[in-house]
């Protein structure tokens, strides 16, 4: 059973900063595709990041300088590191894990990951 448990989130500043843990479970952050994704109140998921299994890391246009993904095989845990925050950064923050590569790369719909975590709260005020 995969399991993806998601830490870290809060509520900060404009301009602080927060980084969010994904532990995973029967799943091995190493492999295939890892992402984060947010929902902010009232809106649809937004893909924030994607880091597959040949390196190659993806950024939403609106966190581009600012977040960056990373991953610790060791602990199996995937990162998010957020710098910078601003107000439309509030949004629940979600991992999702896939074994298709290809997701990663062209898959922007949250549903459509096959691993996803229950979310963390990332409030920040202005």
């Known amino acids: 059973q995969v399991l993806l448990v998601e830490s870290g989130g809060g509520s900060v500043q404009a301009g602080g900063s927060l980084r969010l843990s994904c532990a995973a479970s029967?799943?091995?952050?190493?492999?295939?595709?890892m992402a984060w994704f947010r929902q902010a109140p009232g809106k649809e998921h937004e893909r924030v990041a994607t880091f597959d299994n040949d390196g190659q890391i993806n950024y939403a246009e609106s966190v581009k300088g600012r977040f960056t993904i990373s991953k610790d095989n060791a602990t199996n845990t995937l990162y998010l590191r957020m710098n910078s925050l601003k107000p439309e950064d509030t949004a629940i923050y979600y991992c999702a894990a896939d074994p298709f590569v290809w997701r990663c790369r062209f898959v922007y719909v949250y549903s459509s990951f096959n691993y996803r975590g229950q979310g963390t709260q990332v409030t920040v005020s202005s």
């Open positions: 029967g799943y091995t952050v190493s492999s295939d595709c």
